[in-house]
């Protein structure tokens, strides 16, 4: 005769399995709260390209292809050889230096679609400031319409 313990413990283990199971799956390919957190979170504090790799692999089997191609791109920025993460560098702080928002948004679009979400939104604040500063010498004492929908 079996000992019913184990027996119930695995019963219970499986159960908990097949409820989470199906609570994911009834989630897939939706971004959840917890899954938005965890991804901002990694887009934001992760450097080892190994976890980013394996969030987006994650992400990918829930179904959130933009989000785990984001992760991919990061993990690939993270291997970079160094004199290509320089000339990055220096093209970054040459559009951080640029007077031209255009320009600047261009570059930001070019950030963001290779993962580098950080520099991106720097440049299209510095690019929105640049505006402000814009309106407000052609147009003193009217609000700014930078930001607002």
């Known amino acids: 005769m079996l000992p019913l313990i184990p027996i119930g413990i695995a019963a219970l283990a499986g159960t908990a399995?097949?409820?989470?199971?199906?609570?994911?799956?009834?989630?897939?390919?939706?971004?959840?709260a917890e899954r938005a957190i965890i991804y901002d979170t990694a887009l934001k504090t992760v450097k080892d390209p190994e976890k980013l790799e394996a969030l987006s692999k994650a992400f990918s089997e829930a179904g959130l292809q933009p989000q785990a191609d984001l992760l991919l791109k990061r993990a690939a920025l993270r291997v970079l050889p160094v004199d290509t993460k320089a000339v990055r560098k220096e093209i970054f702080k040459q559009g951080m230096a640029s007077t031209n928002p255009l320009a600047i948004e261009r570059l930001a679009?070019?950030?963001?679609?290779?993962?580098?979400?950080?520099?991106?939104?720097?440049?299209?604040r510095y690019a929105a400031g640049l505006v402000r500063k814009h309106e407000e010498v052609m147009h003193p004492g009217r609000p700014s319409t930078v930001g607002s929908k």
Do not use: I, V
């Not at 399995?17 to 959840?32: Q, R, V």
């Not at 679009?109 to 299209?124: M, N, P």
């Open 17 to 32: 399995w097949w409820a989470s199971k199906k609570k994911t799956d009834e989630k897939h390919g939706e971004l959840t």
């Open 109 to 124: 679009a070019s950030f963001e679609g290779e993962g580098a979400t950080g520099a991106a939104d720097a440049l299209r």
